[in-house]
């Protein structure tokens, strides 16, 4: 009965790191590729360098909002 309890304890553990990493992956390929786009567009368009700028660093931290709201669901999931 206690090693059932201890595998249960083992998997969330595992369950959470996963959850927390797959989110903090997720959202450094996403800021990469909103990068990356926002660096061809102005290589583009120079003169509306600043608008593009704006945008991306709102959508940046949109997307941290949504990692960060993942990591503490995984969190949660560990300590509930």
Do not use: T, W, Y
Request: net charge negative; glycine share 12%.
């Amino acid at each position: 009965m206690i090693s059932m309890i201890l595998l249960a304890e083992a998997l969330a553990s595992f369950g959470a790191a996963f959850g927390a990493g797959l989110s903090a992956i997720g959202a450094g390929i996403g800021i990469g590729k909103i990068g990356s786009s926002a660096m061809e567009a102005i290589a583009r368009q120079p003169e509306s360098a600043g608008d593009i700028r704006s945008n991306m660093i709102v959508i940046a931290a949109l997307i941290e909002g949504v990692a960060l709201f993942a990591v503490i669901v995984s969190a949660l999931a560990l300590f509930i």
